[in-house]
């Protein structure tokens, strides 16, 4: 089986920026798209961006202009650099990554176990 580990998440001010990374590691054969999504309390669980293995981007437009996501074929690595943060940008973010595993011939969908972004006025 795959997983994913994230990390980079925590407490900044509106204006500033923090990185998430999220690792995919296990028996991986290939990855397709990867992602983050993010949950507000009381709120589901959102899209804020996605990239292809051909590196093809989608975003939120919540957060179009500011966040950039990325990643590391090489690495199994997706990355989410998020500028000008803003109070409503705080949330749990989960990655998440469509992998085929190696003994399978099927993709699956993971998801990362989640890192808080607090962002204070």
């Known amino acids: 089986q795959a997983q994913l580990v994230e990390s980079g998440g925590g407490l900044v001010q509106a204006g500033g920026s923090l990185r998430l990374s999220c690792a995919a590691s296990?028996?991986?054969?290939?990855?397709?798209?990867m992602g983050w999504y993010r949950q507000a309390p009381g709120a589901q669980r959102e899209l804020v961006a996605t990239?292809?293995?051909?590196?093809?981007?989608k975003y939120a437009d919540s957060v179009k202009g500011r966040f950039t996501i990325s990643r590391d074929n090489a690495k199994n690595t997706v990355y989410l650099q998020m500028n000008s943060l803003k109070p409503e940008d705080t949330a749990v973010y989960y990655c998440?990554?469509?992998?085929?595993?190696?003994?399978?011939?099927?993709?699956?969908?993971?998801w990362g176990q989640g890192t808080q972004v607090t962002v204070s006025s």
């Open positions: 296990g028996s991986i054969g290939s990855i397709n798209t």
């Open positions: 998440n990554a469509n992998i085929r595993p190696s003994f399978l011939f099927t993709y699956l969908d993971y």
């Open positions: 990239i292809t293995s051909g590196g093809s981007t």
